[in-house]
C-alpha cells in the first residue's frame, strides 16, 4: 500500500527566505504527483502537477521536482513572503489518490 | 465564479440522522470526487465519478451513498450518522481521465456529530 509522508510537519522561516518542502512516497507506480495549498477553513489550490514521465514543474516562484525512482519529491518556494503561510500537501496518484499529512507553514513578516 | 461549490459549508447534526451534502462543478470536467479529511489532517478519496459513472470506490462504509444526477453534480448522501463521521468533507473535479488532470477542490464542509 501507498505512503505518502512530509518533512517536516511544520517549519517557520522569516519573510524572505528561500525553502524546501519535501514530499516522499513507497511505490513509485504513479501517474502524476500534486502539490496543494490548504488554507485554514478552506479547500485545496493545486499548485503544480508533475507527470510521471517529467522531472520537475515551475510557476512563478515555486519549483516541484519529481524523482519517481528514488521515491522524492520536492516543492521549492522562492523568496517566501507572508501570504506563503498555509499548510502544503503533496498528493500521489497511482491506483488511487493519497495523500500526505502536510507541512505547515508560517512565513514571519 | 466558483469552480467548485459545496453546500452546505458547516454541518452540525445528532448521531442517527440522515444528511446529505451537495457538490456543483461549473468547469465542464467529466470527472468528481468526494474525499473525507479527519482530525489529523489525512485526506482520503472516497468515491469518484467519471461522467456520471462511479470509477472509484473506496472502502467507506455503505451508510455513505454517493449521487450523480448530471455530470456538473455529485452529491453524497450519508445515513445513520456516526460520531467517528466528523471529519472535513472535500468535493473536486478534473477534467476527464483522473490520472493526469490537475483538481480542483471546493471548500469544504464541516461536519460534526453530535
Known amino acids: 500500500k501507498q505512503e505518502v509522508t512530509q518533512i517536516p510537519a511544520a517549519l517557520s522561516v522569516p519573510e524572505g527566505e528561500n525553502l524546501v518542502l519535501n514530499c516522499s512516497f513507497t511505490?513509485?507506480?504513479?501517474?502524476?504527483l500534486q502539490w496543494f495549498r490548504q488554507d485554514p477553513g478552506k479547500g485545496l489550490t493545486s499548485l503544480l502537477l508533475?507527470?510521471?514521465?517529467?522531472r520537475e514543474q515551475t510557476s512563478g516562484r515555486l519549483n516541484a521536482s519529481l524523482d519517481k525512482s528514488s521515491g522524492r519529491s520536492t516543492l521549492y518556494i522562492a523568496a517566501s513572503q507572508p501570504g506563503d503561510s498555509a499548510t502544503y500537501l503533496c498528493a500521489v496518484l497511482g491506483n488511487q489518490f493519497y495523500f500526505g499529512t502536510g507541512t505547515s507553514l508560517t512565513v514571519i513578516p | 465564479d466558483t469552480a467548485v461549490s459545496q453546500t452546505p459549508k458547516y454541518l452540525v447534526t445528532q448521531m442517527g440522522n440522515d444528511k446529505s451534502i451537495k457538490c456543483e462543478q461549473n468547469?465542464?470536467?467529466?470527472?468528481m470526487y468526494w474525499y473525507k479529511q479527519d482530525s489529523k489532517k489525512f485526506l482520503k478519496i472516497m468515491f469518484s465519478y467519471n461522467n456520471k459513472e462511479l470509477i472509484i470506490n473506496e472502502t467507506v462504509p455503505n451508510r455513505f451513498s454517493p449521487k450523480s444526477p448530471d455530470k456538473a453534480h455529485l452529491n453524497l448522501h450519508i445515513n445513520s450518522l456516526e460520531l467517528g463521521d466528523s471529519a472535513v468533507y472535500f468535493c473536486?473535479?478534473?477534467?476527464?481521465?483522473?490520472?493526469?488532470?490537475?483538481?480542483?477542490f471546493g471548500p469544504g464542509t464541516r461536519l460534526t456529530v453530535l
Open positions: 468547469l465542464g470536467h467529466d470527472t
Open positions: 511505490d513509485s507506480a504513479i501517474y502524476n
Open positions: 473536486a473535479s478534473s477534467q476527464w481521465d483522473y490520472t493526469g488532470d490537475t483538481q480542483y
Open positions: 508533475i507527470q510521471s514521465s517529467q
